[in-house]
């Protein structure tokens, strides 16, 4: 089976067709990255004009790169939510002109649970359920404990900022980026030697029996960290990333020990951190369990992983009751 989907959550439109959940065909990701950066944070407006004059194009390249004709493709999908309403109109509304167009079923995608099928996608083993699950992305850290496609539980997940907010304000702080400096931050922190700061910055919750998770006092202990003058900022964005990863790893194996899954998978764009996805290997290692994370290309925002949790989790649904649902939980209906 292949479907068309749809990806307009926030800054990115994308579009990509995928066979039967896991072979990528073609997949166009374009992003309004740049006219936020220079702004200093994204303009949901801008960012909702931005999907209007990238959307056709990029449906039109993508068509274009397919070469076949559309009676090929046997559904579409789009994400509802969550994300900037502006920007999950533009694809929402598309989408269902096309269903109505090329009379093809529609189904409606939970982004979040989009991105723990970048895990799916071009891979040739087979992840063995259940499963632990850490989204990490730039609005949401859940943890997630999925039994099978379609039966996930929600184990916890943040209170305040999400692990990719964390990673851009750090950033922010330390003058690297204005906007979505995670990559940034990262490099920088790679670049430490020997963190002559540990212990210097908090491990929010890494104590507490729960999956729940809390990164907005991070950063007001960086600021204060900056503020003393005294460690150099690679130091600095290594002790910050050490701490955050820190508390990452402490839940994910608390999670093993009870839960007894037979794999881990990472999702969202903070799962291309090359610190996170080591240590994550590690506990998988230590535990005996697999190990997976998606290719650089699929943790950030694109439509491949859409099409690949719409095929695993094929519920098509009238276009009167399709809606774009800006504040979806991992666990709500799309
Ligand atoms: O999943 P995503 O593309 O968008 C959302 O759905 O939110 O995630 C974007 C987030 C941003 O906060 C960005 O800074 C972060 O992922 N990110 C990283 C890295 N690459 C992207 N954070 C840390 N290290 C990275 N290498
Ligand atoms: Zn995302």
């Known amino acids: 089976m292949k479907i068309l989907a749809i990806e307009t959550s926030c800054d990115e439109t994308a579009c990509a067709i995928v066979e039967n959940g896991v072979t990528e065909i073609v997949s166009v990701v374009a992003s309004s990255k740049d006219f936020h950066e220079a702004t200093g944070g994204i303009v949901p407006e801008i960012a909702a004009r931005k999907q209007i004059e990238f959307i056709a194009p990029v449906?039109?390249?993508t068509l274009k790169k397919y070469s076949k004709n559309v009676d090929t493709i046997d559904a579409l999908a789009v994400t509802v939510g969550p994300g900037l309403i502006g920007s999950l109109l533009v694809g929402v509304e598309a989408a269902k002109a096309l269903s109505i167009a090329w009379s093809k079923p529609l189904v409606p995608v939970n982004?979040?649970?989009g991105h723990i099928y970048g895990n799916f996608v071009n891979n040739k083993e087979s992840i063995e359920f259940p499963a632990l699950v850490l989204v990490v992305s730039g609005g949401h850290t859940d943890f997630i404990l999925m039994r099978n496609h379609g039966?996930?539980?929600?184990?916890?997940?943040?209170?305040?900022?999400?692990a990719g907010e964390a990673f851009d304000k750090t950033a922010r702080l330390l003058g690297l980026a204005k906007?979505?400096?995670?990559v940034q931050l990262s490099n920088l922190a790679a670049t430490c030697k020997v963190n002559k700061a540990i212990g210097q910055l908090p491990r929010p919750m890494i104590d507490m029996p729960n999956y729940d998770v809390s990164f907005s006092g991070l950063?007001?202990?960086?600021?204060r960290?900056?503020?003393?003058?005294?460690y150099s900022p690679e130091v600095i964005a290594c002790e910050?990333?050490?701490?955050l990863i820190d508390v990452l790893a402490a839940k994910i194996t608390r999670a093993i020990k009870k839960y007894k899954p037979v794999s881990l998978l990472l999702g969202g764009g903070v799962s291309a951190n090359t610190a996170l996805r080591s240590r994550m290997q590690?506990?998988?290692?230590?535990s005996s369990i697999s190990f997976n994370v998606p290719p650089l290309s699929l943790c950030t925002d694109n439509a491949v992983y859409i099409a690949s949790a719409a095929y695993f989790n094929y519920k098509p649904k009238t276009i009167e009751n399709i809606f774009a649902k800006p504040s979806l939980g991992v666990m709500d209906e799309a």
Do not use: M, P, R, S
């Open 59 to 61: 449906l039109d390249q």
């Open 111 to 113: 982004h979040l649970v």
């Open 151 to 162: 039966a996930i539980e929600y184990l916890g997940g943040t209170l305040d900022d999400a």
């Open 179 to 182: 906007y979505l400096g995670g």
């Open 219 to 223: 950063k007001t202990a960086v600021k």
């Open 225 to 230: 960290l900056i503020d003393k003058n005294v």
């Open 240 to 243: 910050f990333e050490t701490a």
């Open 282 to 286: 590690l506990i998988a290692k230590d």
